[in-house]
């Protein structure tokens, strides 16, 4: 197994050294810089929102359980709130290197392939990033109109979670594309 020196080596495969920066001028690493400050918020909302939703939840079996009366509204908040939390999670994923991925394939080959299949990657990604934005605001007008069965919430603001979360993670996938994240085979391994 080698040492933790080598992979910290700039000659180490995919591993980024410490004078690593985002592609480009100064103005593309302050854009980077606004989706990073932009994912942290969003970032502390999901986890606040995550908490609240667990203390509903809570609340939830304990009103159906114990007191025999189960709140009707609860069951409707958590499930939209979750899917907002989803589309509005997955960008962030994308910027930190979080959602799965197959990575051997690129390790193993050499340099000029992997930057191809990296750059194929992102573009695949971007596809369908735009196409999942333009799709959503198709949907936000095939659901006007229509009202959710217990809360009679808007159904389009339901929906609305569709090309919102496709479009922060479409703006994430372009960050990654100019400043990738740090995380690879070799540094989750140790």
Same mark, same amino acid.
């Given at each position: ?8 080596? %700039? ?9 690593? /920066?985002?592609?480009?001028? /100064? ?87 992997? /930057? ?35 809360? *009679?919430?808007?159904? %389009? ?22 400043? %990738?994240? *740090? ?8």
């Amino acid at each position: 197994m080698p040492s933790s020196s080598h992979l910290n080596s %700039p000659k180490a495969v995919g591993t980024p050294t410490a004078e690593a /920066k985002p592609w480009g001028g /100064k103005l593309v690493r302050n854009l980077v810089g606004i989706v990073d400050w932009f994912n942290a918020a969003v970032l502390f909302v999901l986890s606040m929102g995550l908490g609240v939703l667990a203390c509903l939840g809570l609340a939830q079996v304990v009103s159906r359980y114990v007191l025999g009366a189960p709140l009707v509204w609860s069951e409707e908040v958590i499930r939209y709130a979750l899917i907002w939390t989803v589309f509005l999670g997955s960008g962030v994923a994308i910027k930190k290197g979080l959602l799965a991925a197959v990575e051997v394939v690129s390790q193993l080959a050499p340099a000029a392939l992997r /930057k191809a299949l990296v750059g194929l990657s992102i573009a695949v990604c971007c596809a369908f990033w735009a196409v999942l934005l333009v799709y959503g605001i198709f949907i936000l007008d095939a659901v006007q109109g229509m009202s959710s069965g217990a809360l *009679e919430m808007s159904m %389009p603001l339901v929906y609305l979670a569709i090309p919102v979360g496709a479009g922060i993670a479409l703006l994430n996938t372009l960050a990654v594309a100019v400043d %990738p994240p *740090e995380h690879t085979l070799e540094t989750a391994m140790d």
